[in-house]
């Protein structure tokens, strides 16, 4: 199936240039495409998931994804959809980040053999003179179409208005462009709608500096039904580092998808046949409750592996009761059928039998294991009514848990009412 066609039928595209000389290019395999990514944090978060789906799509369809690492971009900082300044960084945190976005980029891209590709764009900007940039690619920019642009022209109006450093943001992605098409041959450049105005900026400077002309998607912005930017939840991003969202919550980040989104994130999120997607477009109420186990269990294989998807789904079963999915529906995917239950892929936090003897206070105990950011915020959540030990409300800001013996070991916390962690007494 041509590439266009797929991302455009699963809801990727959002604008293009040059349509039909677009899939002329894609109609032969092994094209190289590429989308940028500011190593700001050594973690991909769920709001980075349309752009890299997108990357694998690409690879499957037959073609040769670049993914380009920012870490001579980063050292500036991308003013797109940023109200102020970003925090610049050390080369040694651009190296880490750099190190920690590749492995969860391999999640979705196969980097063996050239099939995909990680470069970084220190590699050609670091070594830049200043006067000779400004003459050779300087020169091809018009302020005055520059500050028209949606990221600059939203930072000139805010109250910290637009630094110099920042404006150079956009001749050097342009840079990177045409970089890219003169060393890879890669005349596609993808990116999230708030890169319009960069990514048309590199395919005028490619056109002027190498007469050859470069293409350009945009991807829509993913808002929940309920108008939520996709990813942000009360307690913060979700990521996909497991070490800062573990595998039972990402799980439950996507079983928690409103009933108005679970179709259209299959298509987005998951690699489910679209086919099988669309009869589940006719299911509604409580049958679409195994369409999320579906969805959330596909989202976390690909992220955390089957295993561990599978270890979430069951977790998530023993809490909240199973959900079923019935045999003929989404027969490609590997989810468990059965009713099979554990609490295995709950987040646990192990704690010295003798401490529970003794008694730990409720807002100590909340805030160590990570269920309240600090004592403050599980303070707020006992006097809100939304702590919970082994299903009973804790009552009152002085409540001790004290648990001994084989009590000790079967602790489970509650903040809110999707929110569990368990206490392994050692």
């Known amino acids: 199936m041509h590439a266009l066609d797929v991302l455009r039928s699963r809801g990727f595209i959002e604008s293009t240039t040059h349509e039909e000389e677009l899939a002329s290019y894609l109609s032969s395999p092994g094209r190289y495409c590429y989308i940028g990514f500011d190593p700001t944090g050594s973690s991909l978060h769920v709001g980075h998931l349309v752009t890299v789906m997108a990357l694998s799509h690409m690879q499957r369809c037959g073609h040769r994804p670049i993914a380009l690492v920012g870490g001579g971009t980063g050292m500036i900082g991308d003013p797109s959809g940023k109200t102020e300044m970003r925090q610049l960084m050390t080369p040694e945190i651009v190296a880490e980040n750099k190190a920690g976005l590749k492995g969860q980029l391999s999640s979705f891209l196969d980097f ?35 500050i028209k642009a949606e990221s600059y022209r939203a930072r000139l109006e805010s109250e910290e208005g637009l630094s110099f450093i920042e404006f150079n943001y956009m001749l050097l992605q342009a840079y990177d462009f045409y970089v890219l098409a003169e060393k890879y041959g890669c005349l596609l450049q993808m990116g999230g709608r708030d890169q319009w105005g960069n990514i048309v900026a590199g395919v005028e400077l490619v056109r002027r500096k190498a007469q050859k002309t470069v293409f350009g998607i945009t991807f829509p912005l993913i808002m929940t039904s309920s108008g939520i930017k996709m990813g942000k939840t009360h307690a913060g991003a979700v990521w996909l580092d497991p070490e800062r969202t573990s595998p039972y919550d990402y799980y439950q980040f996507w079983v ?71 045999e003929a529906l989404f027969s490609s995917s590997q989810i468990s059928r059965s009713t099979e239950v554990d609490g295995d892929g709950m987040p646990s936090t192990q704690i010295p039998i003798g401490e529970l003897a003794v008694g730990i206070s409720a807002v100590d105990l909340f805030c160590r294991v990570g269920l309240c950011a600090s004592r403050g915020a599980a303070r707020r959540l006992i006097e809100q009514g939304g702590a919970y030990v082994n299903g009973q409300r804790v009552e009152g800001l002085d409540a001790v848990v004290v648990a001994s013996g084989s009590d000790a070991s079967g602790l489970v916390l509650r903040s809110g009412k999707k929110h569990y962690h368990r206490i392994e007494a050692v």
């Open 112 to 146: 063996s053999d050239g099939k995909a590709l990680l470069v970084d764009n220190a590699d050609w900007l670091s070594g830049l003179h200043y006067i000779p940039f400004l003459r050779d690619v300087g020169s091809h920019f018009s302020v005055n179409r520059m």
């Open 256 to 326: 928690n998808t409103d009933d108005a989104d679970v179709v259209r994130f299959l298509k987005l999120f998951t690699f489910l046949p679209m086919e099988e997607i669309e009869e589940a477009s006719a299911l509604s109420g409580r049958d679409l409750n195994g369409v999320k186990a579906v969805l959330a269990y596909e989202a976390t294989a690909i992220v955390h592996g089957s295993e561990a998807a599978a270890q979430a789904h069951r977790a998530a079963s023993a809490m909240f009761g199973g959900r079923e999915v019935p």
